[in-house]
Antibody, heavy 117, light 110 residues
Framework: EVQLVESGGDLVQPGGSLRLSCAAS????????MHWVRQAPGKGLVWVSR????????NYADSVEGRFTISRDNAKNTLYLQMNSLRTEDTAVYYC??????????WGRGTLVTVSS | QSALTQPASVSGSPGQSITISCTGTSSDVGGYNYVSWYQQCPGKAPRIMIHEVSIRPSGVSSRFSGSKSGNTASLTISGLQAEDEADYYC??????????FGTGTKVTVL
């Protein structure tokens, strides 16, 4: 059974940093592109970033480019999102998701990041 | 990277059919056959319903179908049931090697 479990969400002040993790199991993690998607409270889904299977190719939404860094450790089956210079508008539930055949086919339950003073 | 445009809400009676539109540009919806649709129930993670415009993954009811014309994709739910009440989002691959989601549609079963 595929499982994605996010962790690391917390309350942080504007300008602060946070690192999210996503532990994967039930599939060959090193084969797949992985993504982060976020959802602000009561709002819609917003794509954040993606990383290819070997970690060498990454892409970001304009809103996080230069502030967030996606990475992965295939030996630990874990995906990361390093978030720096956090803003109040970054407040959201952050989901990790696997993409296969151009679809987000498995999602974690999400971890809540709150940016507030 | 503007969000794809969806109607905020769509409603229908049990047994009816409804269609949700998803309008983008030639750089996303119109440029690729990589449109997918997701159902999200309150407090839950999204669930894939349709991928590559019209392909239904295993386990998804045949009452769900997808199509695309130009820069607009559509999700149709036939034989509407109470359990279909949820938020629905479209998504597309985009030319900047990114993905974009729609604004979301709340489906209400009357």
């Amino acid at each position: 059974e595929v499982q994605l479990v996010e962790s690391g969400g917390d309350l942080v002040q504007p300008g602060g940093s946070l690192r999210l993790s996503c532990a994967a199991s039930g599939f060959t993690f090193s084969d797949d592109w992985m993504h982060w998607v976020r959802q602000a409270p009561g709002k819609g889904l917003v794509w954040v970033s993606r990383i290819n299977s070997d970690g060498r190719t990454t892409n970001y939404a304009d809103s996080v480019e230069g502030r967030f860094t996606i990475s992965r450790d295939n030996a630990k089956n874990t995906l990361y999102l390093q978030m720096n210079s956090l803003r109040t508008e970054d407040t959201a539930v952050y989901y990790c998701a696997r993409v296969k055949n151009w679809m987000f086919d498995f999602w974690g339950r999400g971890t809540l990041v709150t940016v507030s003073s | 990277q503007s969000a794809l445009t969806q109607p905020a809400s769509v409603s229908g009676s049990p047994g009816q059919s409804i269609t949700i539109s998803c309008t983008g540009t030639s750089s996303d919806v119109g440029g690729y056959n990589y449109v997918s649709w997701y159902q999200q129930c309150p407090g839950k993670a999204p669930r894939i319903m349709i991928h590559e415009v019209s392909i239904r993954p295993s386990g998804v009811s045949s009452r769900f179908s997808g199509s695309k014309s130009g820069n607009t994709a559509s999700l149709t739910i036939s034989g509407l049931q109470a359990e279909d009440e949820a938020d629905y989002y479209c998504s597309s691959y985009a030319s900047s090697s990114t993905y974009v989601f729609g604004t979301g549609t709340k489906v209400t079963v009357l």
